[in-house]
């Protein structure tokens, strides 16, 4: 796992998966498969993470994610929960409509975890400030 250090720049703390902080927001992006092993190491990171920073949210970036199997989709509910229990709420961006597709088909709910899809769009459920360079502003979710 990584954590941005002095000025944003990101700093190993271990395992491979890296995770900037924005203001009181854990970023994280999942890049191409996650072995089980290291989706279980980036769900203790994050909880000490959130426990040590006091961060309030987590945004899961998961659009490099071509599959999540039943123990991923598993994973990122207690992730969510246990970012619940810490304090902070967690949002997943980025899933690709088969990603979609195939968790309704293995039956996952994912209960606690809020999906938004965009980043910008999840800060704004998390209730932080945006930032754009874009005209018109980030894009909104229909109800």
Request: hydrophobic residues 45%.
């Amino acid at each position: 796992m990584w954590v941005s250090g002095e000025r944003g720049v990101p700093r190993p703390v271990s395992g491979h998966v890296p995770v900037l902080r924005l203001g009181d927001v854990l970023l994280v992006t999942l890049q191409g498969d996650l072995h089980d092993s290291t989706a279980q190491q980036l769900q203790q990171d994050l909880s000490e993470t959130i426990a040590n920073s006091g961060a309030t949210g987590v945004v899961i970036d998961i659009s490099g994610v071509e599959i999540v199997d039943s123990f991923l989709g598993r994973v990122l509910a207690e992730i969510a929960a246990q970012s619940e229990l810490l304090a902070a709420r967690t949002v997943v961006v980025g899933m690709r409509p088969a990603v979609a597709i195939t968790l309704v088909e293995l039956g996952l709910t994912l209960p606690g975890l809020r999906t938004a899809l965009s980043t910008e769009v999840a800060m704004e459920l998390l209730g932080q400030p945006v930032r754009t360079s874009r005209s018109g502003g980030p894009r909104r979710e229909r109800p």
